[in-house]
């Protein structure tokens, strides 16, 4: 019956016969165990069928995992992995970025003299404003926009250079004509905060 020897089959594992001449060569070279070395040796029989766990013990677990150094599976290597190999260049590491680094930047709020209700105009000094005069140029395209400016810190003093700036203040910008007039009511009131 051919129903029957097709049960047969399926029921019993594929012999060489019953595949195809590629097929059989590949399953032949695959499972020949002449072809293996090391542990290879212990996972087939002669005839080139796999024995299971039998040589693997120590390999597989039954958590899902393969051994690691972070489990507490043995774990037998002998080679080391990070080991220098003869003639190979040694890897260089890159100096620490902290030594790039030079210094953090300052940030600050830069305000509008007449301008009662403004917020101030964050700005941070980085590159883009290396000096006094880049600051004072960025400054003068404030209101009323053109004229140069001078800068004052929170107690109206004049500041002449970034040494003087501190982190997080809060600045004034206005013209040397309102400096010499300047008026309580036309400074910002988050300035004075």
Known sequence: MPGSKTNSRSASR?????????????????????????????????????????GRHDIVTFDGS????????????????????????PIVHQKSKQDDIGYTAK??????????????????LNKTFPTMD??????????????PKVILDQSLHEVQSLDQISDGGKYLAITPYDRANIEDGRIPLRFRE
Do not use: C
């Open 134 to 147: 880049t600051l004072r140029a960025h400054a003068a395209q404030l209101l009323p926009a053109g004229k």
């Open 14 to 54: 594929t012999s060489l016969e019953d595949l195809s001449p590629k097929a059989a060569d590949v399953t032949a070279r695959l499972t020949d165990p002449k072809g293996y070395t090391g542990t290879h040796k212990q996972r087939f029989d002669e005839e080139g069928n796999g024995r299971g766990l039998v």
């Open 107 to 124: 940030k600050i709020k830069l305000y509008e003299y007449a301008e009662k209700h403004e917020e101030g105009e964050d700005l941070v």
């Open 66 to 89: 393969t051994s690691s150094l972070h489990r507490d599976h043995t774990v037998k290597s002998d080679t080391d992995l990070r080991g220098r190999v003869e003639g190979e260049k």
